[in-house]
């Protein structure tokens, strides 16, 4: 990018300003940071003397100030002729000035030793050590050195100097952490030269508040603006801080960098073709370009986005074919694709076919829409009820793009109803086989349940909308008079509860059940966060999260979910609706919810999978709450008798602990202080790489890593650095 956004935010302590703001101009393959920041502790321009003054622009071309550094028994050596950058390393460009001088120690035996003290035991530094042969040695003869960090060895493989070219050492993949860290140059075995060393940079790693937006979401997003001249508050970084977003635009914060995952320019007087752009948005979901005057055909590429499910071109002037893909991707399921309301947008032999009826594509609806679209659907609901117990028959509510089978279809796929694998208040659930011989769950409606004759209604309605791995799939439906049935996908697994209950002698792994949070998190924030208006699941608990023949995670039923109009609202309900101990303190207290009473009842979920204790304990005298059972063993920090002890310590402390957290911070009783789903489900990848980091290091504990010892008598400086004496 040939540019950069300043953002300048009032964080509670008064206007925020700058006095002056400089800039230097890196290479980008230098220095890398991984996503965070790098603060440099020092910049030592190695066997000048300490009288000498700082080397800086316009020696250096990027501005680095240079230290000079020499201690007592190290040997200073210096040259006249100019020191060459090898094609590898030109890209650090150390000015020909530092590089001329270094020092070197007594002899071949004796290393160059010196210690520097970072901040603190926890800070991640990284350092750069940069070489160069001044001496011309006999006979063409190389200079062969090894690098030891606290006595070990901290680079693979011996460096080899080659006359009048520098090299630089870049720091290992892992920061380096420690109170002290000891540094010794030595003469590599076999070498007779004593090692030197030219200059050494030191950084300590910050991590930054916010992850900037991928580089590939931004250009894009760019480019879309400069394109349709949009003049909205489109300034800064598209997606942080988070609550300063663009409008229009929601983004995933779910992995390490934020992504953009839908476009909502709906009425925004665009003009001309779907921009080229949109195609590098590969993480978006949801893309509303309704109501403009857009014109042109369709563009192929709107096929090939891989997490595209939704596309609203409905009101435009667009003309010509709809490329095949897209609309095989619509016939398919996995995208929903709306283009009313343009003159002509289809003119192919499959637009032809569409005509008569053989092919239909459903229409989205926008945020209001949507709201507006289920209060038609419950009033119809309730007009559907009062003409069906008067005996009269009306047409069915379920319209969706999912198929639609019999009751005598039903009857066959269950074969007469022949195997219970469920059932609840709204009926039963039964194993069923399609004619491809794929198993599906049928949910049956019982024809004298009154609350669950709404819930069923709500779930259907609402399964025909949304779509994610982590969701539950509806198959299809059976709305014939009075018999009614969803078909799901079979979860060959059943559901969580059944796995975690104290009678499954099959335990499941630490692994799994970290696996099986970050699937559930994940599920959850696509309701929370992934759909417009947002959905809150309202009964979120392990007997409603079902899982795959690989143990995959997804939540299921969705009777009690309610779909809201924005981000922030709430609703106030005079009767408490979930399962008891799952339920929000605060929704018990006020009635009031939000999404933040899904996260509670994450929290207690996350609970059952770390203990492998349910969420309401049966005593003889009274029923305890887990929360009630875990918070004192918390305080007393005994983490082996929190975790389930099926699994016989066969886990890892450290993340352990981490998951003990992360449930504990959804589970404040006041909503506004537990985080967002997405924040939850960060925490938790973290988590599992933790996890899998500490397994994959205990197959290494076997190898004891050689040591050299270090003497440890030093020199004090202000500077926090010195050598180590011999």
């Given at each position: 990018?040939?540019?950069?956004?300043?953002?300048?935010?009032?964080?509670?302590?008064?206007?925020?300003?700058?006095?002056?703001?400089?800039?230097?101009?890196?290479?980008?393959?230098?220095?890398?940071?991984?996503?965070?920041?790098?603060?440099?502790?020092?910049?030592?321009?190695?066997?000048?003397?300490?009288?000498?003054?700082?080397?800086?622009?316009p020696?250096?071309?990027?501005?680095?100030?240079?230290?000079?550094?020499?201690?007592?028994?190290?040997?200073?050596?210096?040259?006249?002729?100019?020191?060459?950058?090898?094609?590898?390393?030109?890209?650090?460009?150390?000015?020909?000035?530092?590089?001329?001088?270094?020092?070197?120690?007594?002899?071949?035996?004796?290393?160059?030793?010196?210690?520097?003290?970072?901040?603190?035991?926890?800070?991640?530094?990284?350092?750069?050590?940069?070489?160069?042969?001044?001496?011309?040695?006999?006979?063409?003869?190389?200079?062969?050195?090894?690098?030891?960090?606290?006595?070990?060895?901290y680079?693979?493989?011996?460096?080899?100097?080659?006359?009048?070219?520098?090299?630089?050492?870049?720091?290992?993949?892992?920061?380096?952490?420690?109170?002290?860290?000891?540094?010794?140059?030595?003469?590599?075995?076999?070498?007779?030269?004593?090692?030197?060393?030219?200059?050494?940079?030191?950084?300590?790693?910050?991590?930054?508040?916010?992850?900037?937006?991928?580089?590939?979401?931004?250009e894009a997003?760019?480019?879309?603006?400069?394109?349709?001249?949009?003049?909205?508050?489109?300034?800064?970084?598209?997606?942080?801080?988070?609550?300063?977003?663009?409008?229009?635009?929601?983004?995933s914060y779910?992995?390490?960098?934020?992504?953009?995952?839908?476009?909502?320019?709906?009425?925004?007087?665009?003009?001309?073709?779907?921009?080229?752009?949109?195609?590098?948005?590969?993480?978006?979901?949801s893309?509303?370009?309704?109501?403009?005057?857009?014109?042109?055909?369709?563009?192929?590429?709107?096929?090939?986005?891989?997490?595209?499910?939704?596309?609203?071109?409905?009101?435009?002037?667009?003309?010509?074919?709809?490329?095949?893909?897209l609309?095989?991707?619509?016939?398919?399921?996995?995208?929903?694709?709306?283009?009313?309301?343009?003159?002509?947008?289809?003119?192919?032999?499959?637009?032809?076919?569409?005509?008569?009826?053989?092919?239909v594509?459903?229409?989205?609806?926008?945020?209001?829409?949507?709201?507006?679209?289920?209060?038609?659907?419950?009033?119809?609901?309730?007009?559907?009820?009062?003409?069906?117990?008067?005996?009269?028959?009306?047409?069915?509510?379920?319209?969706?793009?999912?198929?639609?089978?019999?009751?005598?279809?039903?009857?066959?796929?269950?074969?007469?109803?022949?195997?219970?694998?469920?059932?609840?208040?709204?009926g039963?659930?039964?194993?069923?086989?399609?004619?491809?011989?794929?198993q599906?769950?049928?949910?049956?409606?019982?024809?004298?349940?009154n609350?669950?004759?709404?819930?069923?209604?709500?779930?259907?309605?609402?399964?025909m909308?949304?779509?994610?791995r982590?969701?539950?799939?509806?198959?299809?439906?059976?709305?014939?008079?009075?018999?009614?049935?969803?078909?799901?996908?079979?979860?060959?697994?059943?559901?969580?509860?059944?796995?975690?209950?104290?009678?499954?002698?099959?335990?499941?792994?630490?692994?799994?059940?970290?696996?099986?949070?970050?699937?559930?998190?994940?599920?959850?924030?696509?309701?929370?966060?992934g759909?417009?208006?947002?959905?809150?699941?309202?009964?979120l608990?392990?007997?409603?999260?079902?899982?795959?023949?690989?143990?995959?995670?997804?939540?299921?039923?969705?009777?009690?979910?309610?779909?809201?109009?924005?981000?922030?609202?709430?609703?106030?309900?005079?009767?408490?609706?979930?399962?008891?101990?799952?339920?929000?303190?605060?929704?018990?207290?006020?009635?009031?919810?939000?999404?933040?009473?899904?996260?509670?009842?994450?929290?207690?979920?996350?609970?059952?999978?770390?203990?492998?204790?349910?969420?309401?304990?049966?005593?003889?005298?009274?029923?305890?709450?887990?929360?009630?059972?875990?918070?004192?063993?918390?305080?007393?920090?005994?983490?082996?008798?929190?975790?389930?002890?099926?699994?016989?310590?066969?886990?890892?402390?450290?993340?352990?602990?981490?998951?003990?957290?992360?449930?504990?911070?959804?589970?404040?009783?006041?909503?506004?202080?537990?985080?967002?789903?997405?924040?939850?489900?960060?925490?938790?990848?973290?988590?599992?790489?933790?996890?899998?980091?500490?397994?994959?290091?205990?197959?290494?504990?076997?190898?004891?890593?050689?040591?050299?010892?270090?003497?440890?008598?030093?020199?004090?400086?202000?500077?926090?650095?010195?050598?180590?004496?011999?």
């Amino acid at each position: 990018m040939d540019y950069i956004d300043v953002c300048l935010i009032n964080t509670g302590r008064g206007v925020p300003f700058i006095s002056s703001l400089e800039l230097r101009l890196l290479d980008n393959s230098i220095y890398p940071t991984q996503g965070r920041a790098l603060t440099k502790l020092g910049g030592l321009d190695v066997g000048r003397n300490p009288s000498d003054s700082d080397v800086r622009y316009p020696d250096d071309g990027y501005d680095r100030i240079w230290n000079p550094l020499l201690f007592d028994q190290w040997i200073p050596i210096s040259t006249s002729s100019t020191v060459y950058s090898l094609s590898t390393d030109n890209a650090y460009n150390i000015p020909d000035v530092v590089l001329r001088t270094a020092a070197k120690s007594q002899n071949s035996t004796t290393p160059l030793s010196f210690y520097f003290s970072p901040p603190d035991s926890l800070s991640q530094c990284y350092v750069y050590f940069h070489f160069a042969e001044i001496e011309k040695l006999e006979n063409g003869q190389q200079r062969e050195l090894t690098i030891l960090l606290n006595g070990e060895r901290y680079l693979t493989e011996s460096v080899t100097l080659d006359y009048l070219n520098s090299r630089t050492i870049l720091p290992t993949e892992l920061a380096i952490m420690g109170e002290r860290l000891n540094f010794s140059i030595t003469a590599a075995e076999g070498s007779k030269f004593p090692p030197i060393l030219n200059a050494v940079e030191i950084f300590v790693s910050k991590e930054l508040p916010n992850k900037t937006t991928a580089i590939q979401d931004v250009e894009a997003i760019m480019e879309i603006k400069k394109l349709y001249k949009l003049t909205r508050n489109w300034q800064g970084d598209p997606c942080v801080p988070r609550e300063y977003s663009w409008d229009g635009l929601h983004c995933s914060y779910i992995y390490n960098i934020p992504s953009i995952i839908s476009v909502n320019l709906s009425s925004s007087n665009l003009t001309g073709k779907i921009a080229t752009s949109f195609s590098n948005l590969k993480a978006i979901e949801s893309l509303d370009l309704s109501y403009n005057d857009l014109t042109g055909p369709l563009p192929e590429f709107l096929a090939q986005l891989p997490n595209l499910y939704s596309v609203d071109l409905r009101g435009n002037k667009f003309t010509g074919s709809i490329p095949e893909d897209l609309l095989q991707k619509s016939r398919d399921g996995t995208l929903v694709l709306s283009v009313n309301e343009n003159p002509d947008p289809c003119q192919s032999v499959a637009c032809k076919r569409g005509k008569k009826k053989e092919f239909v594509i459903p229409v989205v609806a926008s945020s209001t829409a949507a709201v507006l679209l289920l209060l038609f659907i419950f009033s119809r609901l309730a007009i559907y009820k009062q003409k069906r117990h008067g005996g009269m028959v009306t047409k069915s509510n379920i319209k969706s793009k999912n198929q639609q089978y019999s009751y005598s279809e039903v009857v066959s796929i269950t074969n007469n109803f022949e195997t219970i694998i469920g059932g609840g208040g709204f009926g039963k659930v039964y194993l069923g086989k399609l004619k491809d011989e794929i198993q599906v769950a049928v949910k049956l409606l019982s024809p004298s349940s009154n609350q669950g004759y709404k819930e069923f209604q709500a779930e259907a309605q609402l399964l025909m909308i949304v779509h994610h791995r982590n969701l539950v799939s509806l198959v299809g439906y059976c709305d014939e008079d009075d018999q009614k049935a969803l078909i799901y996908e079979y979860m060959e697994n059943g559901n969580l509860h059944q796995h975690l209950s104290v009678k499954n002698t099959n335990v499941m792994t630490w692994n799994e059940r970290l696996n099986i949070a970050v699937d559930a998190a994940h599920g959850l924030e696509y309701l929370h966060n992934g759909c417009k208006p947002p959905i809150i699941h309202r009964d979120l608990k392990t007997s409603n999260i079902l899982l795959t023949g690989h143990m995959q995670a997804k939540i299921a039923d969705f009777g009690l979910s309610r779909i809201f109009a924005t981000e922030s609202d709430s609703h106030v309900s005079t009767c408490p609706a979930g399962t008891l101990g799952y339920l929000d303190p605060e929704y018990q207290a006020s009635g009031n919810f939000n999404k933040k009473s899904d996260v509670y009842s994450f929290g207690i979920v996350l609970f059952e999978l770390i203990t492998g204790r349910p969420a309401i304990m049966r005593g003889l005298e009274k029923n305890i709450h887990i929360l009630d059972w875990i918070y004192p063993i918390i305080e007393s920090g005994d983490i082996q008798s929190v975790v389930d002890p099926r699994l016989q310590g066969k886990f890892h402390t450290n993340s352990a602990w981490k998951a003990v957290e992360i449930a504990l911070s959804c589970i404040p009783p006041i909503a506004s202080l537990r985080p967002d789903i997405s924040q939850v489900l960060a925490e938790l990848k973290e988590c599992l790489a933790l996890e899998m980091t500490n397994a994959s290091l205990a197959t290494e504990c076997n190898m004891a890593p050689s040591s050299i010892p270090l003497e440890t008598s030093y020199l004090e400086l202000e500077s926090d650095i010195a050598a180590l004496a011999r």
